[in-house]
């Protein structure tokens, strides 16, 4: 299975790659990619070095431009695809309709992905972005049971490609308009959650208050883990109840189900946090790196090194997991 | 892997010593700012991609707060002129955001040792005002590969060896944190916060 | 009103039940909504939570006989998250089998629709003009358009795809996100398996407030919706006179017959009864009491905000 790992930046890149990224992904510097954050991503010049320096150990580079174009602004993101097939990029990972099919007819030999925020849950709707416009890997959502991957890995015409570590969507990407209820801003239109612009913290007697634009999400105790302020892991109450109605602030890590996912007969393995720091991605690559290599090697999976990444109630394996729904 | 095996995040974090922290405190300011001035504004200077990296946010003011050591740091990320002052403390005003925290984490920040989002998850980090500035900030800072004390040292030319050497052992003793892939890295996965 | 006159009739369709409620009372809302509401199509199906299909369909072929008899135009509205095989064969039954017009809320449906003339739901990213385009050139007839999209992205579209109806989310608590979880029975302590249908006791959904009381968000099984409701009514001028063909008015307790006529009074013009400014709208708020309006979407804004007759970006 591919380990297919997150860059921000062109030195998170290179930490990627010599940590054992197979194939690395990441996005220009605006908002045509859905991790558009303030001083992440890669200028034209960067991605075309970016590329050069991964080929020449052997990694691929993917290249996201899995926004949803803004009506009227279209060739922005045509550009965004045209510049990098130019650059050299191994496949682009894309989900608009739109976009896909200019994709398709603009650069017949390259190979597209289709991205998570797609939000092809099922054999059927991969099959008609197969058949449209011929992708040839699916990233499928993090809302999925194991057995489901599973049938959808043996149904479909393509490659799948399954989230195994980091940020934990609890709603289907793609289908979320949470963060523009509360700030105007989206994954699908801006390539941001919950952005830092409209993001405050405050001190409240030794409670730190976080706020989203004019919604208070949460509110830790002193010295409690924090979270970022997202809206589907913030504390809210409905009738009696209160607290993470949600999900609690947690991370994915399938590092446990990566034999049932050998199994599933999933191609790549994803990992999710461009926006996350160098020692973030050299860490946790070099994590499944070992676990892929032991997985390959018949070995158990390296015991204590993931589970010490992801500080116990921390770690979830999502929908992955029996029950979760 | 260097794997600190904590249970708190916070607990593999190293605070300078009390006893150390007084002695700094009594320390008059102006020469060690002076210091400290020209050593990281040539930190800055020398790794000039940090500014295209902050776009419409350089020219912004930040507080850095050591919260371990008795003064505060002032990093003007003016491209034409970056300069680093101290200050017993943060001013009230001028500051568009305030980040504050144990030195082991502010240096950890800085030279990608540490993940930014992880110390914040588990409260090594606070931050205050203009959190764009501040993750913006952090972005163009995890980019440009700064090695603080190698940047620093070098500035001191014949000595900048030794010099290395020296301080590079002390934060060693502070700490044992300067492994390539030390620190608190069970923070590291303390959730994704954009998803 | 300006503009209409020269861009058509704009109608109103109402769209699916989106909340577990009782089925008669369920029927009910139909049989009165064929009787009585001034709108011209009527969007009807499960889209939510596959569970709940049984427990009204066998009300489904009389309400459609009803709707049908009262000259409405019916769309079947397909799942908006497809994962079980057993929800994969009902939509695909769905698409192939009906003689209505089916209406898409997932990309799934559209491989067994291809080429025939069909609609499309909000919960398809329909974005931009080139998404919009390839689409009606794979024969979609409607496109409701999702309810995040500002009036610019809104104006191009429909000047895009000029053969196409484009129908906008006007009224009613805006989805906002679907999961596979369902966050109703998390809440009662059981699973989406074992859920005993606790949405069934919210029948606008769970209110679900800030820390510090705020009403913010609606539960609704697995789908997330606003406590605010979208409400156009300020901007119906302005929306037909960027060619938007209809308005979706989403059901709710309250009275939906009456909500349809200040509709269809407003697009209709003239000066009686809410030409005064604002009076369509008082006369909402008169009808949905203790809601608030939010119609932020439609102006770049947070979608929680009411700009009103503000002018649109």
Redo the contacts between chains.
């Keep these: 299975m591919e380990l297919i790992c997150p860059a921000g930046t062109p030195a998170a890149l290179r930490a990627a790659v010599d940590a054992g990224a197979d194939a690395v992904y990441c996005g220009f510097n605006d908002e045509t990619n859905a991790r558009n954050f303030p001083g992440l991503n890669f200028s034209r010049a960067e991605m075309r070095e970016a590329i050069a320096y991964a080929h020449a150990q052997d990694a691929r580079v993917l290249v996201a431009v899995n926004t949803f174009p803004r009506a009227g602004s279209v060739p922005l993101w045509e550009r965004a695809v045209d510049d990098a097939v130019a650059a050299g990029a191994d496949a682009l990972i894309v989900a608009d309709i739109g976009l896909l099919a200019y994709a398709a007819a603009a650069h017949p030999a390259q190979r597209l992905h289709l991205s998570v925020q797609a939000a092809a849950a099922n054999p059927d709707a991969i099959r008609f972005y197969r058949e449209a416009f011929g992708i040839r890997r699916v990233v499928l959502p993090r809302v999925l049971a194991m057995h489901e991957i599973a049938a959808i890995a043996r149904a479909v015409p393509c490659e799948t490609e399954v989230f195994v570590f980091g940020g934990l969507c609890v709603m289907e990407e793609g289908r979320c308009s949470l963060s523009s209820y509360a700030t105007g801003r989206s994954p699908n239109m801006h390539g941001v959650c919950s952005p830092a612009s409209h993001v405050g913290y405050r001190d409240e007697g030794g409670r730190m208050v976080s706020r989203l634009g004019d919604f208070t999400i949460n509110r830790f105790g002193p010295g409690e883990p924090a979270a970022y302020p997202t809206l589907c892991k913030g504390r809210f109450r409905a009738g009696e109840t209160s607290g993470y109605l949600f999900e609690e602030p947690v991370s994915l890590d399938a590092a446990a189900l990566l034999p049932a996912l050998r199994e599933a007969g999933v191609t790549a393995l994803k990992i999710e946090g461009r926006q996350r720091g160098r020692a973030y991605i050299e860490a946790v690559v070099r994590a499944f790196r070992r676990a892929l290599d032991a997985l390959d090697a018949g070995r158990p999976i390296p015991p204590g090194g993931l589970q010490a990444l992801t500080e116990g109630q921390t770690s979830t394996e999502g929908a992955y997991r029996k029950g979760w729904r | 892997m260097a794997v600190t095996a904590t249970t708190r995040d916070d607990a593999a974090i190293p605070v300078v010593p009390r006893p150390i922290s007084a002695a700094i405190g009594v320390l008059p300011l102006a020469p060690l700012g002076t210091a400290l001035g020209l050593v990281l504004g040539a930190v800055l200077r020398r790794h000039r991609r940090i500014f295209d990296r902050l776009g419409t946010h350089a020219g912004k003011r930040f507080g850095l707060r050591p919260t371990d050591l008795p003064f505060a740091l002032i990093l003007h990320a003016d491209p034409a002129r970056p300069r680093i002052t101290l200050a017993r403390r943060l001013p009230r005003d001028g500051l568009h955001a305030r980040i504050a925290g144990p030195l082991a984490g502010l240096a950890g920040l800085v030279d990608g040792r540490l993940d930014g989002d992880a110390l914040f998850f588990s409260r090594v980090l606070s931050v205050e005002g203009d959190i764009e500035a501040v993750v913006a900030l952090r972005n163009a800072i995890d980019d440009a590969g700064i090695d603080l004390l190698g940047d620093a040292a070098s500035l001191l030319g014949p000595f900048a060896r030794p010099a290395e050497r020296i301080a590079r052992t002390a934060l060693d003793v502070a700490g044992g944190f300067l492994h390539p892939t030390g620190g608190p890295k069970g923070g590291t996965a303390r959730s994704g916060p954009w998803n | 009103m300006t503009g209409s006159a020269t861009t058509g009739r704009v109608e109103l369709t109402l769209g699916p039940v989106l909340f577990n409620w009782e089925p008669a009372a369920w029927r009910d809302f139909y049989l009165r909504i064929a009787d009585e509401a001034p709108v011209d199509t009527v969007a009807i199906g499960e889209i939510v939570c596959s569970k709940r299909l049984a427990l009204y369909a066998e009300h489904l072929p009389a309400v459609l006989d009803r709707l049908a008899a009262a000259g409405k135009t019916v769309l079947l509205s397909s799942l908006?998250?497809?994962?079980l095989?057993r929800?994969?064969r009902q939509?695909?039954e769905l698409a192939r089998s009906s003689d209505v017009l089916v209406e898409a809320n997932?990309?799934?449906?559209?491989?067994?629709l291809v080429g025939r003339p069909h609609a499309i739901g909000p919960?398809v990213?329909?974005?931009?003009?080139?998404?919009?385009?390839?689409?009606a050139g794979r024969g979609a007839r409607r496109i409701c358009l999702?309810?995040?999209?500002p009036a610019?992205?809104?104006?191009?579209?429909a000047a895009a795809v000029p053969e196409t109806r484009i129908e906008v989310f006007a009224f009613g608590r805006?989805p906002?996100?679907?999961?596979?979880?369902?966050?109703h029975?998390?809440?009662h302590g059981l699973?989406?398996?074992t859920c005993r249908f606790v949405c069934g006791e919210d029948a606008d959904g769970?209110?679900?407030?800030?820390?510090?009381?705020?009403p913010?968000?609606a539960?609704n099984g697995v789908q997330?919706l606003?406590c605010s409701m979208a409400n156009l009514v300020e901007s119906l001028d302005a929306l037909a006179g960027m060619g938007v063909a209809s308005c979706r008015l989403s059901p709710q307790t309250g009275d939906m017959v009456a909500a349809a006529r200040v509709f269809r009074a407003v697009l209709d013009g003239g000066a009686a009864p809410y030409a005064a400014p604002g009076a369509a709208r008082a006369e909402l708020a008169r009808l949905f009491p203790a809601v608030q309006f939010a119609d932020?979407?439609l102006h770049?804004?947070?979608?929680?905000e009411y700009r009103g007759a503000a002018p649109l970006p």
């Design positions: 908006i998250l497809v994962t095989d929800e994969r939509m695909e997932d990309v799934s449906c559209l491989t067994h919960f990213n329909v974005y931009n003009e080139a998404t919009a385009r390839f689409l999702p309810p995040e999209l610019t992205s809104i104006a191009a579209i805006v906002l996100a679907i999961s596979a979880r369902c966050v029975a998390r809440l699973t989406k398996d769970l209110a679900v407030d800030t820390l510090d009381g705020e913010f968000l539960v997330t606003s932020g979407f770049a804004a947070p979608g929680a």
